[in-house]
């Protein structure tokens, strides 16, 4: 089943991919309209009945900041680092029974950093326990990958795929070549299970 429904400005470009639920109510608000749905699936209310939202398109233009910021929660950091952590290189399937992935602070906030996107890597809870409240170089442990904010495209298939209705938006806005990146990234779990079975 579709997770979400992608929300596109007035003027067509993706914004983000919204709850269903939150997609309804904007339409029924007016403060969007259908753009594409799946007319296969029925929402039902007490007295009414909509095809399924696929894709809205918001009826007043929001400008959105060129440094919007995305807020870092786990399960985007954990997709945008594959599930792996960034000090051993262990994929979550590999982590032992009493282990778990858990956010790092590459700066730790007792040392003045700041829970922001090219602050933060995912790592395991035993080389988040080990590392500590030190910097890389004092400990010698440094991520496999800088951590980066990510297109919340990215975090949008990461966590979700998008149905070829949502997608077609996105190779409009940016391109194909978005499109293959976006497929590479629904290996990265199958990689990382594989990885995680045969002992790496």
């Known amino acids: 089943m579709i997770a979400g429904c992608l929300a596109l400005n007035s003027s067509f470009e993706p914004l983000t991919m919204v709850p269903l639920r939150r997609a309804l109510r904007l339409v029924i608000d007016g403060k969007a309209e259908v753009v594409e749905a799946d007319l296969d699936a029925l929402v039902r209310s007490e007295r009414l009945a909509y095809p399924r939202p696929l894709v809205i398109r918001l009826t007043k233009f929001i400008h959105v900041p060129r440094r919007f910021r995305r807020q870092v929660t786990n399960t985007f950091l954990f997709a945008r680092d594959d599930y792996t952590c960034q000090y051993c290189g262990r994929a979550n399937s590999a982590l032992r029974q009493r282990e778990s992935l858990t956010r790092d602070h590459v700066v730790p906030l007792s040392r003045g950093g700041l829970n922001v996107w090219t602050n933060v890597v995912t790592a395991c809870s035993g080389c ?70 045969s002992g790496y």
């Open 128 to 197: 988040n326990t080990r590392k500590a409240d030190r910097l890389p170089e004092e400990i010698g442990m440094h991520p496999k990958h800088a951590p980066v904010e990510p297109h919340f495209v990215h975090l949008s298939w990461a966590v979700r795929r998008l149905t070829p209705a949502q997608a077609k938006y996105i190779r409009m806005f940016y391109g194909a070549g978005m499109l293959e990146q976006l497929e590479a990234l629904e290996q990265l779990p199958a990689r990382a299970m594989a990885r995680g079975t």
